[in-house]
């Protein structure tokens, strides 16, 4: 069994930046890609970001192009979001997630963290 832990959110004023983690232990995060996705009540799950096992592949989703980075430390079995810029539009809970699918799509990601919320005020 995967379990994954984030940590990093919180209140953050529009335009500044906020770095998000995700702690994966149970087996090794290289077997597993990773995902963040975003959700904000009464609207479905937002794909975010996906990263290959090895890093070398990367997707991100429209709303956040140019402005979050996805990346991991395989070492440390740890995944990062860091978001820039950062909107009003960007209040949400995050989760990441692990799949031994390279995916856009929250169906095919098979385990997932518990949420850290993201607030950003204008």
């Known amino acids: 069994q995967v379990q994954l832990v984030e940590s990093g959110g919180g209140l953050a004023q529009a335009g500044n930046s906020l770095k998000l983690s995700c702690a994966v232990s149970g087996r090794p995060f290289n077997y597993y890609t990773g995902g963040w996705f975003r959700q904000v009540p009464g609207k479905e799950r937002e794909f975010i970001a996906t990263?290959?096992?090895?890093?070398?592949?990367?997707v991100y989703g429209d709303s956040v192009k140019e402005r979050f980075a996805i990346s991991r430390d395989n070492a440390k079995n740890t995944m990062y979001l860091q978001m820039n810029s950062l909107e009003p539009g960007d209040t949400a809970t995050y989760y990441c997630?692990?799949?031994?699918?390279?995916?856009?799509?929250?169906?095919?990601?098979?385990?997932w963290g518990q949420g850290t919320q993201v607030t950003v005020s204008s």
């Open positions: 990263i290959s096992w090895s890093g070398k592949n990367i």
């Open positions: 997630a692990a799949s031994s699918r390279y995916s856009k799509e929250a169906a095919d990601y098979d385990y």
